[in-house]
């Protein structure tokens, strides 16, 4: 995927296994082997989630003989932020805003 497409990259990190994956190679690469016992997958269903982060480009993957490793593609984690903060940031703020103006209810 040469272009980032926004909707299949929000797709791809609403599973949790994914955002998990990719809290996990914010920093450091990691091997997939690695992915999948900390995010208690099998291999190939690590894999699978692995090559939907790679095609949403949010990681990316160095071979290093027969291991593959992976890392964030901060750039694109940046695009869906500024994309969600586009569409929810001032929204939000006014839900904040509204919320911290009325009493609470309680029983």
Partial sequence: ????????ALRAIAHPGRRQML??????????TELARRCRLTPPAASQHLK????AGLVS????????????????????AALLDHFWGEKLGRLQNELSTRKVDRP
């Fill in 23 to 32: 809290q996990l190679v914010w920093e450091n690469e990691r091997t997939s």
């Fill in 1 to 8: 995927m040469s272009r980032f497409d926004a909707e299949f």
């Fill in 61 to 80: 993957v160095r071979a290093a003989g027969n291991r593959r490793y992976y890392k964030v593609r901060a750039e694109r984690v940046a695009q869906v």
């Fill in 52 to 55: 939907v982060l790679r095609k």
